[in-house]
Nanobody, 125 residues
Framework: QVQLVESGGGLVQAGGSLRLSCAAS????????IGWFRQAPGKGRKFVGA??????YYADSVKGRFTISRDNAKNTVYLQMDTLKPEDTAVYSC????????????????????WGQGTQVTVAS
């Protein structure tokens, strides 16, 4: 079992920044592929980005504003969110795909095996 815990959400003004963290359990964290998703009220879950051991992927809506990184020594993945917009308001969740494999569609929630509980991000205009 892999446990994921997100933190770092909150209320921020438009144009501001937040950094979310996704802390994971497990001794082989460096092999986990981690995705970030968000869900706004009344809307479906949407892909934000993902990080593997060698690459990062982003949704077009956040490219150039959001950055995903990982610290394997701390078993943590980060989502740095800059130039936030009101439309970024959502519950943000991280998810893990274990073990790593080729040919994954990172934007598909069904590809992920474990999910965190989510953290609320609210961007005020």
């Amino acid at each position: 079992q892999v446990q994921l815990v997100e933190s770092g959400g909150g209320l921020v003004q438009a144009g501001g920044s937040l950094r979310l963290s996704c802390a994971a359990s497990g001794r082989t964290f460096s092999s986990y592929d981690i995705g970030w998703f968000r869900q706004a009220p009344g809307k479906g879950r949407k892909f934000v980005g993902a990080i593997t051991w060698s690459a990062t992927y982003y949704a077009d809506s956040v490219k150039g504003r959001f950055t995903i990184s990982r610290d394997n020594a701390k078993n943590t993945v980060y989502l740095q969110m800059d130039t936030l917009k009101p439309e970024d308001t959502a519950v943000y969740s991280c998810a893990a795909h274990v073990p790593p494999e080729a040919g994954i569609t990172w934007s598909n929630p069904a590809e992920y095996d474990y999910w965190g509980q989510g953290t609320q991000v609210t961007v005020a205009s």
